[in-house]
């Protein structure tokens, strides 16, 4: 199995970027698919969840950042409008099988990893 995310980079504050994620070798439709973030010296967070049509986010991302998944194409998308410098991260991908939770120890599988970086 194998997450593979991009679409991290470098944004100015109030900007926006969209992060993907595409799965291979799972039945991606089966699947619960989340996003996390790290940011430097901080433990890594919840950031949204998409198990079906069921969506959660934390607060701290919701009414900004929409997470949407295309089954057809195994891909989980995170639209991030916005921005703030607080959002600087790396962001992950990850899956489980199954109902969306929010819980990082719940997630199966892990993507590398994508840098976000919000300048003010």
């Known amino acids: 199995v194998q997450l593979q995310a991009c679409g991290g980079g470098l944004v100015q504050a109030g900007g926006s970027l969209r992060l993907s994620c595409r799965a291979s070798?799972?039945?991606?439709?089966?699947?619960?698919m989340g996003w996390f973030r790290q940011a430097p010296g901080k433990e890594r967070e919840f950031v949204a969840a998409?198990?079906?049509?069921?969506?959660n986010y934390s607060d701290s991302v919701k009414g900004r950042f929409t997470i949407s998944r295309d089954n057809a194409k195994n891909s989980v998308y995170l639209q991030m409008n916005s921005l703030k410098p607080e959002d600087t991260a790396v962001y992950y991908c990850a899956a489980k099988w199954g109902q969306l939770v929010l819980a990082a120890h719940e997630y199966t599988f892990w993507g590398q990893g994508t840098k976000v970086t919000v300048s003010s």
């Open positions: 998409m198990w079906r049509t069921a969506e």
């Open positions: 070798a799972i039945r991606f439709s089966m699947y619960a």
